[in-house]
């Protein structure tokens, strides 16, 4: 449901002496989008057929992306086939990538796509036809392969980073990752060049590259199989990861740590399939989940730090999990979540709303499925402006993304950048200092979220927020504040309207407060019980 509220942040106000002092906000001059969505875990939406699969992807209108041999497929959001998209591909498909504008990037091994020359990478326009305005060619150097794209992220600008095996973009000097520009031209002195295969790619807020694969070496520098590049592409000296000598799949979470699903040993000794490393790339001993292989695919992080973990194992922390299960912040299974049981779980992705996709077999079934199930928990987010920041606050089953950007736009169609978010508790926030937001212009926030097979592919999650003078608290007239009575302001809204005054603690969770018929453009509200602690208000129009 789309709501709208608008006003200003408050400073610190301070009550009369009989009220205890204490901090309260007012949320003015913003808007809000938010929803939830909860059912049991085994409810599935629908399970579709394939003839196999190694990524997913999500595209802005809700549509589902399927990656894999022979094949690029797009499911409607009710899981029938969408004819509209039919690429021809005699090669492979690794990765079905979203961008932010919407268009679709492909990687894999191929040569041709719709009959024109595409060599291992190509792109679609939103509608699935292709773009012919991005022409770059991956080079294949391999004397077996002609090169492999295994995996794709984004990077603010419009920038985009490769990584696969056995391939180079013309102009550069090494191989096996590679970046285009945000004008898709190869960025000839981003050259890591791992001496191994690059399965997984996700980029940080600060703009520094995680990678993973199978190397153990960047840059000329011994690594891991798990590292961290500078944005320029130079290895990050402060990032030391031994122990893991080939990683699956990788997951960057919101405090910075790392979840990686491959074999750790210590001291040649195997200790676990699934492990977290801090922020400096060291193990994290506070993580105790096993599972009893190292065949670890897919991972996909929610906002409420749970993790689902896909793969082809039949125990995961001593719990019997057969290839999906989910582990809670701590590293404990999950015992919420009792899926179905898979033989292999191949691919995950998780919608805005918290659905889940899966593709893989079933147990005991010999072909595969793409599901998508219900959740157990509410996916919730949160867009506002407050005349000067910008905050995206996000959480419960929501994806978590690796960084925010915000936009402006004045028709909806050409978008300004504002800036990339710094991420606060629960969120993101961006004081834009480039660009005025006026009334009747639209804010954007945007997010990569990491999906498919080894978490090589991408899509943004986006909210868009309306702005509008029509419905406002107002913090100018000296209303503000508090009384005997509690605290209050007037607010003004269009005449003959209903207005719904909600007030949270959190920003996440909002209770409808009152409601008000406004007979005139003005009104005043009084939060009779304001004294219990610190409180952000909202308005939005009621039925």
């Given at each position: 449901?789309?709501?709208?509220?608008?006003?200003?942040?408050?400073?610190?106000?301070?009550?009369?002496p009989r009220i205890h002092r204490t901090a309260f906000f007012a949320l003015?001059?913003?808007?809000?989008?938010?929803?939830?969505?909860?059912?049991?875990?085994?409810?599935?939406?629908?399970?579709?057929?394939?003839?196999?699969?190694?990524?997913?992807?999500?595209?802005?209108?809700?549509?589902?992306?399927?990656?894999?041999?022979?094949?690029g497929l797009r499911l409607n959001t009710n899981g029938t086939v969408d004819?509209?998209?039919?690429?021809?591909?005699?090669?492979?498909?690794?990765?079905?990538?979203?961008?932010?504008?919407?268009?679709?990037?492909?990687?894999?091994?191929?040569?041709?796509?719709?009959?024109?020359?595409?060599?291992?990478?190509?792109?679609?326009?939103?509608?699935?036809?292709?773009?012919?305005?991005?022409?770059?060619?991956?080079?294949?150097?391999?004397?077996?392969?002609?090169?492999?794209?295994?995996?794709?992220?984004?990077?603010?600008?419009?920038?985009?980073?490769?990584?696969?095996?056995?391939?180079?973009?013309?102009?550069?000097?090494?191989?096996?990752?590679?970046?285009?520009?945000?004008?898709?031209?190869?960025?000839?002195?981003?050259?890591?060049?791992?001496?191994?295969?690059?399965?997984?790619?996700?980029?940080?807020?600060?703009?520094?590259?995680?990678?993973?694969?199978?190397?153990?070496?960047?840059?000329?520098?011994?690594?891991?199989?798990?590292?961290?590049?500078?944005p320029n592409g130079t290895p990050d000296p402060g990032f030391s990861m031994?122990?893991?000598?080939?990683?699956?799949?990788?997951?960057?979470?919101?405090?910075?740590?790392?979840?990686?699903?491959?074999?750790?040993?210590?001291?040649?000794?195997?200790?676990?399939?699934?492990?977290?490393?801090?922020?400096?790339?060291?193990?994290?001993?506070?993580?105790?989940?096993?599972?009893?292989?190292?065949?670890?695919?897919?991972?996909?992080?929610?906002?409420?730090?749970?993790?689902?973990?896909?793969?082809?194992?039949?125990?995961?922390?001593?719990?019997?999990?057969?290839?999906?299960?989910?582990?809670?912040?701590?590293?404990?299974?999950?015992?919420?979540?009792?899926?179905?049981?898979?033989?292999?779980?191949?691919?995950?992705?998780?919608?805005?709303?918290?659905?889940?996709?899966?593709?893989?077999?079933?147990?005991?079934?010999?072909?595969?499925?793409?599901?998508?199930?219900?959740?157990?928990?509410?996916?919730?987010?949160?867009?506002?402006?407050?005349?000067?920041?910008?905050?995206?606050?996000?959480?419960?089953?929501?994806?978590?993304?690796?960084?925010?950007?915000?936009?402006?736009?004045?028709?909806?169609?050409?978008?300004?950048?504002?800036?990339?978010?710094?991420?606060?508790?629960?969120?993101?926030?961006?004081?834009?200092?480039?660009?005025?937001?006026?009334?009747?212009?639209?804010?954007?926030?945007?997010?990569?979220?990491?999906?498919?097979?080894?978490?090589?592919?991408?899509?943004?999650?986006?909210?868009?927020?309306?702005?509008?003078?029509?419905?406002?608290?107002?913090?100018?007239?000296?209303?503000?504040?508090?009384?005997?009575?509690?605290?209050?302001?007037?607010?003004?809204?269009?005449?003959?309207?209903?207005?719904?005054?909600?007030?949270?603690?959190?920003?996440?969770?909002?209770?409808?407060?009152?409601?008000?018929?406004?007979?005139?453009?003005?009104?005043?509200?009084?939060?009779?019980?304001?004294?219990?602690?610190?409180?952000?208000?909202?308005?939005?129009?009621?039925?």
């Open positions: 449901m789309g709501n709208c509220y608008f006003g200003k942040q408050s400073r610190l106000l301070r009550a009369k003015l001059g913003c808007c809000s989008l938010a929803f939830t969505a909860a059912a049991q875990v085994t409810n599935y939406d629908f399970n579709v057929q394939v003839s196999n699969i190694y990524s997913v992807s999500i595209q802005q209108n809700g549509k589902i992306l399927v990656a894999g041999p022979r094949t004819p509209s998209f039919a690429p021809t591909n005699p090669g492979v498909f690794y990765s079905l990538a979203v961008q932010e504008d919407g268009k679709i990037l492909g990687g894999g091994s191929f040569k041709l796509m719709n009959g024109q020359p595409h060599t291992n990478i190509v792109r679609f326009n939103a509608d699935g036809s292709l773009d012919p305005t991005f022409n770059t060619q991956v080079i294949g150097t391999g004397l077996l392969q002609p090169g492999d794209v295994f995996c794709l992220a984004f990077e603010p600008g419009g920038k985009k980073l490769l990584g696969g095996s056995s391939f180079r973009l013309p102009g550069q000097s090494s191989q096996g990752m590679a970046r285009l520009d945000g004008l898709d031209s190869p960025d000839s002195a981003f050259n890591p060049g791992p001496n191994g295969t690059s399965f997984g790619l996700a980029v940080q807020a600060d703009g520094k590259i995680l990678a993973s694969g199978d190397f153990n070496s960047l840059g000329g520098t011994a690594s891991g199989s798990v590292a961290r590049l500078n031994a122990g893991i000598n080939y990683a699956n799949c990788m997951a960057l979470l919101a405090d910075g740590k790392i979840l990686v699903g491959a074999t750790a040993t210590n001291n040649g000794v195997i200790i676990s399939n699934l492990v977290r490393l801090n922020v400096d790339g060291s193990l994290d001993t506070n993580f105790n989940t096993h599972a009893n292989t190292s065949l670890m695919y897919a991972l996909a992080v929610q906002c409420d730090g749970k993790v689902l973990v896909g793969g082809r194992f039949t125990t995961l922390g001593g719990q019997p999990r057969k290839g999906l299960g989910r582990v809670n912040p701590d590293g404990t299974v999950d015992n919420s979540f009792v899926p179905l049981d898979y033989d292999l779980v191949a691919a995950l992705g998780l919608d805005a709303d918290g659905k889940i996709l899966v593709g893989g077999k079933l147990a005991g079934q010999s072909t595969w499925y793409v599901g998508r199930l219900q959740n157990t928990e509410p996916a919730i987010q949160n867009l506002a402006w407050d005349g000067s920041a910008i905050t995206w606050m996000r959480g419960g089953t929501a994806p978590e993304i690796g960084w925010a950007s915000f936009q402006v736009s004045t028709n909806s169609t050409d978008w300004t950048e504002l800036g990339v978010g710094q991420r606060i508790p629960g969120g993101w926030r961006l004081v834009p200092t480039n660009q005025t937001i006026q009334s009747g212009s639209v804010i954007r926030a945007g997010g990569p979220v990491s999906v498919g097979q080894y978490n090589g592919t991408t899509w943004f999650v986006q909210s868009y927020l309306p702005i509008t003078s029509s419905l406002a608290i107002v913090t100018h007239d000296g209303s503000a504040g508090f009384s005997s009575q509690g605290f209050g302001f007037n607010f003004t809204a269009p005449a003959n309207s209903s207005v719904i005054i909600e007030s949270s603690t959190d920003l996440l969770n909002w209770i409808p407060t009152a409601t008000n018929s406004v007979n005139s453009n003005s009104r005043y509200f009084n939060d009779s019980s304001s004294a219990s602690g610190n409180r952000f208000y909202r308005l939005r129009q009621g039925p």
